[in-house]
């Protein structure tokens, strides 16, 4: 099967995919998230019926299915057959109540990216809105993501998961420090990253556990 960037490759050619760097080339960078999940709906939505009979399902999820249909679709110059207009996925962010993905947007301001150069995890921000439920407090964001060159001005590791939209640094109003600390721990078990800092906590969803 494609690879992801292949994947988004193609999808930025059919017009599916849209998420841009700040130099106006397609954000590919192999990592899947939203913005990926979206394009491959689209797609499966505008080529739903398969000229061998067979049905698309939209779930926005890549499989051996959608890969053949995109062979086809590049190979026959198959028009789409449904109009494109923006779905919104069930799982899309903007269902996300106590985190949004404009949380995520780097904080160079535009010094070295466009504010996003890569996709905030789903899981990132699944993690997050269930903090925010516990607590019934907005996520207050300090630090999402983080493009390579910001990550150096500000300090942050060279394999930080801030780079790879896996990360958030940020606090809750009218909670102690510690208590989001302690209640994140639980959450997290036995993986993921968590840190407690003067401003607050550090979140990532990796898949070895670490704390500091
Ligand atoms: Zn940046
Ligand atoms: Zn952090």
């Not at 292949?6 to 397609?26: E, I, N, S, W």
């Not at 990592?31 to 939505?45: D, E, H, K, M, V």
């Not at 899981?123 to 997050?128: A, G, H, I, Q, R």
Request: hydrophobic residues 30%.
């Amino acid at each position: 099967m494609m690879n992801i960037s292949q994947q988004q490759a193609y999808l930025f050619a059919l017009g599916y995919y849209k998420l841009m760097r700040k130099d106006g080339t397609p954000s590919i960078e192999g990592i899947g998230g939203p913005a990926t999940r979206q394009a491959i709906y689209n797609f499966q939505l505008a080529h739903k019926k398969r000229p061998d009979g067979t049905v698309l399902s939209e779930d926005g999820i890549w499989g051996p299915a959608t890969e053949k249909a995109l062979r086809e679709v590049i190979g026959n110059n198959e028009p789409p057959q449904a109009a494109l207009k923006p779905v919104k996925l069930p799982q899309s962010t903007d269902d996300y109540k106590w985190v949004s993905i404009d949380d995520f947007k780097c904080r160079c301001r535009g010094r070295f990216c466009n504010g996003w150069p890569a996709e905030p995890h789903t899981k990132t921000l699944d993690l997050l809105e269930q903090i925010g439920e516990h607590f019934q407090r907005r996520i207050q964001p300090h630090s999402g993501l983080r493009c390579p060159q910001w990550n150096a001005h500000e300090g942050g590791a060279a394999t930080s998961k801030h780079m790879y939209g896996m990360a958030m640094d940020f606090h809750l109003d009218g909670v102690t420090h510690q208590d989001l600390y302690n209640y994140c721990d639980q959450l997290l078990g036995d993986s993921g990253g968590l840190g407690i800092y003067p401003w607050g906590v550090h979140i990532d969803d990796r898949p070895i556990k670490g704390r500091w």
